[in-house]
């Protein structure tokens, strides 16, 4: 499977947006559902969103919903999640990752192509 690419991290306040973005280093999309997870420092990786090779159908960690959207553009072959009202406990590093089959599932197994990830840190 061809990775996956995640950008667009950083350090931001309390309050602050930012969005992340997520590629392929190569080939296009796969007809399949994508996700974006999260490890904070000393943490599992958790479930934080995934959305359906169309965009239709979208879900939410219950610690993030209201606040990060997640979307992608076919087109541009990108992934996004566009991350609002910023807390100190969402600081983490955030990878994207390809969904195995075509339903939209929470767990970590349930993913291949994962990236390098992308830190996000937010400062109180």
């Known amino acids: 499977q061809v990775p996956l690419v995640e950008s667009g991290g950083g350090l931001v306040q309390v309050g602050g947006s930012l969005r992340l973005s997520c590629a392929p280093s190569?080939?296009?999309?796969?007809?399949?559902?994508m996700g974006w997870f999260r490890q904070g420092p000393g943490k599992e990786r958790e479930f934080v969103a995934s959305?359906?090779?169309?965009?239709?159908?979208?879900d939410y960690a219950d610690s993030v919903k209201g606040r990060f959207t997640i979307s992608k553009d076919n087109a541009k072959n990108t992934m996004y999640l566009q991350m609002d009202s910023l807390k100190p406990e969402d600081t983490a590093v955030y990878y994207c990752?390809?969904?195995?089959?075509?339903?939209?599932?929470?767990?970590?197994?349930?993913?291949?192509?994962w990236g390098q990830g992308t830190q996000v840190t937010v400062s109180s």
């Open positions: 190569g080939r296009t999309f796969s007809s399949l559902p």
């Open positions: 959305i359906t090779w169309s965009g239709g159908v979208t």
């Open positions: 990752a390809r969904g195995k089959t075509n339903a939209l599932v929470r767990v970590t197994t349930g993913y291949d192509g």
